[in-house]
């Protein structure tokens, strides 16, 4: 057929060498984006067919890269046009985790407003309130728990949020945890 597009000769016979270089600079662009939180790039290119899941080679998500660095109308307007909150990179960390760890409440109300679980762990079995309670951010302890969190759910070494705390020298989050349960 005259209107079928013709692969040049010598790409049928070699093999598949991955993305050209226009490719890799978009992607690099779209990543470098979310990074940044580029709030209105995304709402352009999200309306234009631009997947919300799309994923780098560590498999960290446009929604992992916007929320972990902070930039809550980013995250915003990706989960608004579908972005999953629980999808997980290639090391099992989700967006809740991460924020949970940067100390961001306005993004953990975000991520669980939204569908992110509460009590989803990593692959060691941590969970958000874990993280935020090793490394001492008791605003969002307190939101986490008042969301439902598990202080009792235990890590594949069977410490609790409480004993991560303690072993991390977090007093004011494992005081907190003390006087939770």
Known sequence: MANEPQAPAQASSAPDSGPDEETIRLATQIFNAARAGETDNFRHWLEQGLPPNMRNQKGDSLLMLASYHGHVETTRVLL??????????????NPLAGAAFKGNLAMVRLLLENGAEVDGSSPDGKTALMFAAMFNHTEIVDYLLASGADRNARESKGMTAFDLATAMGAEATSAQLARAG
């Open 80 to 93: 608004e046009h579908g972005a999953d909150p629980e999808l997980r990179n290639d090391n099992g960390q």
